[in-house]
């Protein structure tokens, strides 16, 4: 129903920048919230930001408040997330994902679609 394809993955030092891009097909129309989630190796999924898709208001996690910046190009069924500052413990695989519902943003249950997802490397 919804397909989500990321990327702008890739290998950063610390203290650089990356814009990761979700590109949303299918009936996106149905879309209520988009969410980045990311996953290091042996640990589990953790929520990374949310945007609602027409609202446009956003939500982070502690870990990436003032340095990453979500947004949407909704003519062209796009979200963004800018990573600045980045740190060698942002280091993980990102996925995208898209709600239809409106659930609680920051668990991976609320999310009925997701992403291949996109590798993010941060070296010291």
């Known amino acids: 129903q919804v397909q989500l394809v990321e990327s702008g993955g890739g290998l950063v030092q610390a203290g650089g920048s990356l814009r990761l891009s979700c590109a949303a097909s299918?009936?996106?129309?149905?879309?209520?919230?988009m969410g980045w989630f990311r996953q290091a190796p042996g640990k589990e999924r953790e929520f990374v930001a949310a945007?609602?898709?027409?609202?446009?208001?956003?939500y982070y996690a502690d870990s990436v408040k003032g340095r990453f910046t979500i947004s949407t190009y909704n003519a062209k069924n796009t979200v963004y997330l800018q990573m600045n500052s980045l740190k060698p413990e942002d280091t993980a695989i990102y996925y995208c994902?898209?709600?239809?519902?409106?659930?609680?943003?920051?668990?991976?249950?609320?999310?009925?679609?997701w992403g291949q997802g996109t590798q993010v490397t941060v070296s010291s």
């Open positions: 945007i609602q898709w027409t609202g446009g208001r956003t």
């Open positions: 299918g009936r996106t129309f149905s879309i209520f919230a």
């Open positions: 994902a898209a709600d239809p519902f409106g659930r609680t943003v920051v668990v991976p249950q609320s999310y009925d679609y």
